[in-house]
């Protein structure tokens, strides 16, 4: 399944392809304050890839929080957060956003609220490479 994205006005866009096929989408609700404020749901398949375009990259601000091993994609025009990528190893993993997604029949998706504050950074870390996307590309675009 092709699933596209983007941020409300379009300068942070993604292409995420989704194999095989999911009977549903799981949607986690991270119970963070950034997360609840922003109304961000994640989700990743570890065999997805994921192609990110940003059309100004000067429009984009990177948060991260206190173990600084996750970086926050925030549009600055829009302010929508439509991906988080974390570098592990010399390997960039993502999850997406997935109110940032288009086109895409929401009963796939299968929310449910998510609480990683009791996580280790070592947990964290292996979490993200057995569950986020590992295959991740930035590629040009044009604004």
Not at 55 to 71: G, L, S
Not at 74 to 94: E, F, K, N, Q, W
Request: overall charge negative.
């Amino acid at each position: 399944m092709l699933i596209h994205g983007r941020c409300h006005c379009g300068n942070i866009a993604f292409e995420f392809r989704w194999e095989p096929d999911p009977e549903g989408i799981p949607a986690r609700a991270c119970t963070c304050s950034f997360c609840t404020k922003h109304g961000a749901a994640w989700t990743a398949t570890p065999g997805g890839v994921l192609k990110i375009g940003v059309a100004e990259p000067a429009d984009v601000a990177h948060h991260a929080f206190a173990t600084r091993t996750a970086e926050f994609h925030v549009c600055t025009r829009c302010g929508v957060v439509p991906m988080v990528t974390s570098r592990i190893d010399g390997r960039l993993y993502a999850v997406v956003n997935v109110n940032t997604f288009e086109g895409l029949d929401s009963s796939l998706l299968r929310p449910s609220p998510v609480s990683l504050d009791d996580e280790s950074e070592g947990e964290r870390l292996a979490r993200r490479k057995r569950s986020w996307i590992a295959d991740v590309e930035f590629i040009e675009t044009q604004a």
